[in-house]
């Protein structure tokens, strides 16, 4: 995803270093969706007190869950369209890929040309990407308003297509097994939210969190931004509805994704403008915690060594 418009940046931009850390959801069963995640999804369980649990690739946890009781799904609000999990090269992604093909879990993959794709639910209706980066295939760019992709020779697609998955198996190896976990590499490249106003949205991501824009489409109400020149590292839609309303307390679902900035000074340069624009944020043992105009939970955090 490229950047379309200059007039887009600011005279400030957030630290190009700038990740996304782990993702925190609040869940109705704990033990199935533990289950999921290392049998499905080839997650490590890094811990797990009580109510709560933390799993990854073996290093820091990508993603929280946390069981509360009598929580529902609630559609029409916004929240968590997806978290994306970023996998180091097309062989890693097969293998995540065919190990939901063996346990005939339903999944949508997708080629976005300078990505290869699958998109999935979790037990409970949480959204979930895989994918790995392919921009030798070509490019995908929001201009004018338009989203579109260009493959390597110039030709133009939606970059929605369905994805050559006989190609990418072709780099599972024979003695590859199914059943490992996912490779320490992995992370999550972006997370793509349901938000009640583009324009609001954009507002505070990019003009007081810093992130750039990267393309802004009202035709299909979706926003990209990013740090670093990263196609993006979080999406913004409208697809629950424009005005959609925050989901209840008794929801399934979000409780906040986190921001990593790369160091001290990085997290004070946001934070001044978090307070000079009279946001509120309280402090958490995951980082500062402050919601966005979708009431959407955000952590910033400084990444950990």
């Excluded at 403008?273 to 919601?291: C, F, H, M, P, W």
């Amino acid at each position: 995803m490229n950047q379309t418009s200059s007039a887009e940046k600011t005279e400030f931009s957030i630290h190009p270093a700038t990740s996304i850390g782990h993702i925190s959801l609040r869940v109705a069963n704990l033990e199935n969706q533990l289950t999921f995640y290392q049998q499905a999804m080839g997650f490590k369980l890094h811990w797990r007190e009580g109510n709560k649990a933390g799993l990854g690739s073996g290093n820091a946890d990508l993603l929280c869950l946390t069981e509360e009781p009598n929580l529902k799904r609630y559609r029409g609000v916004t929240g968590l369209y997806h978290v994306a999990y970023l996998f180091p090269n097309r062989r890693e992604l097969a293998i995540a890929m065919a190990r939901l093909f063996a346990l005939k879990y339903p999944n949508a993959p997708t080629d976005h040309i300078m990505t290869k794709t699958t998109y999935l639910d979790d037990l409970e209706g949480n959204g979930i990407e895989l994918y790995c980066e392919s921009p030798e295939d070509g490019t995908w760019t929001i201009t004018d308003g338009n989203m579109e992709a260009r493959r390597k020779d110039g030709s133009w697609s939606n970059g929605r297509e369905p994805l050559d998955v006989d190609a990418l198996f072709s780099h599972i190896k024979e003695d590859d097994r199914l059943d490992v976990p996912v490779p320490p590499e992995t992370k999550i490249g972006h997370v793509h939210l349901h938000v009640h106003d583009i324009d609001e949205a954009v507002d505070f991501y990019h003009g007081v969190i810093g992130f750039d824009v990267m393309g802004i489409s009202k035709g299909i109400q979706m926003a990209f931004v990013s740090a670093g020149g990263y196609h993006h590292h979080i999406g913004l839609n409208t697809w629950q509805g424009r005005g959609a309303p925050p989901p209840p307390a008794d929801a399934l679902g979000l409780r906040h994704f986190t921001i990593e900035l790369p160091d001290q000074k990085a997290l004070d340069d946001v934070m001044s403008r978090v307070e000079k624009a009279g946001i509120s944020a309280n402090q958490t043992e995951d980082g500062l915690l402050l919601y966005d105009p979708s009431q959407n939970g955000v952590i910033l955090t400084t990444a950990k060594k």
